[in-house]
């Protein structure tokens, strides 16, 4: 399967440069194959990642909410709230709804954005009209929360494809730049006035419920796409680098980073003590563990510790935790 991807490519490659004058260098040539290898794997990756969420997703709308008239916040709330209303299908107002803010998403966000929201947003009104799920429960408190489950899994693997299939948060990332409103600021008041008009439309406990999904929902989109692991950003100042460092490779099984710095603590005019200081990134689980290390070299160490939403490549993903 490889070799044919590797094939297409290099064809590809070879006619975007066969309408060039001047004879192109080697060098060139095989700088440019690999960069399209690149952009294919990662478009590959992308593509399967906003598939799967177009799934959860129609799991999530076809097999819990929309049979049991459920609502959930965002741009398919509003949908749901129109199709419930309306009596047309959940697909339509999917498409229609969801339009102003892929087109938003094109002026603030990009072009590339903007086409893939709008190619998972048409997959999903597909799959929501013609491919019929069963419906999984009739409780009440169980579609709210796998509802919203299923539902969060399928827009944070969209996020995660660099695609929406929900533009609320296009919107939200549009007026934070206006306004002194975060995103979480606005995401919250538009979900606020969302289940106020479920309330009025359905009954106060229909829009309590969808509280309960919205809730599963972004949930379980952090989850996603903070990723599965949360990393420790770790800094730390101390007589004994050179001992801790070693323990961090050795004991914790991590990699590191050195910075030159200088002390600065002292008066105006104080030759400051230079001193180095060590970087390392650990998973929350590991954090414990370091910390004894560290106070066995050097309890006066200076630590400073903040969360990393994800990271990649290094020792991080490469070594297991001892």
Do not use: W
Request: net charge positive.
């Amino acid at each position: 399967m490889k070799s044919i991807f590797r094939y297409i490519i290099d064809y590809v490659t070879q006619l975007r440069f066969k309408n060039r004058e001047n004879v192109i260098p080697k060098k060139e040539y095989e700088k440019e194959i690999s960069a399209a290898r690149v952009e294919f794997s990662h478009l590959l990756k992308e593509s399967t990642l906003i598939l799967l969420g177009v799934i959860c997703a129609s799991i999530g709308l076809k097999g819990f909410l929309l049979p049991n008239a459920f609502i959930d916040g965002g741009a398919t709330g509003i949908s749901l709230i129109l199709a419930e209303i309306t009596g047309l299908s959940l697909s339509i107002f999917l498409v229609i709804v969801n339009a102003p803010f892929i087109i938003l998403g094109f002026s603030a966000i990009g072009k590339q954005f903007a086409l893939r929201s709008l190619v998972a947003i048409a997959i999903l009104a597909v799959f929501v009209h013609f491919i019929e799920f069963p419906t999984i429960t009739n409780d009440k408190l169980l579609i709210a929360v796998f509802g919203g489950f299923f539902l969060g899994a399928g827009i944070g693997l969209a996020i995660r494809g660099g695609s929406v299939i929900d533009g609320t948060e296009v919107l939200a990332i549009f007026i934070s730049r206006k306004t002194a409103l975060t995103i979480g600021d606005v995401i919250l008041l538009f979900n606020v006035i969302i289940f106020g008009v479920g309330a009025y439309i359905f009954n106060i406990e229909t829009a309590l419920y969808a509280m309960l999904t919205y809730l599963a929902a972004s949930k379980t989109v952090d989850f996603i796409v903070s990723g599965i692991e949360e990393y420790v950003g770790v800094t730390i100042i101390s007589d004994f680098s050179e001992d801790i460092r070693i323990a961090i490779i050795e004991k914790m099984g991590r990699g590191c980073t050195i910075y030159n710095g200088k002390r600065g603590f002292g008066k105006r005019g104080d030759r400051l003590k230079k001193t180095d200081i060590i970087y390392t990134l650990i998973t929350r689980l590991e954090l414990a563990k370091l910390q004894t290390e560290i106070d066995k070299i050097d309890k006066n160490a200076f630590l400073v510790m903040h969360s990393i939403k994800d990271a990649k490549g290094g020792m991080i993903k490469k070594r297991p935790m001892k």
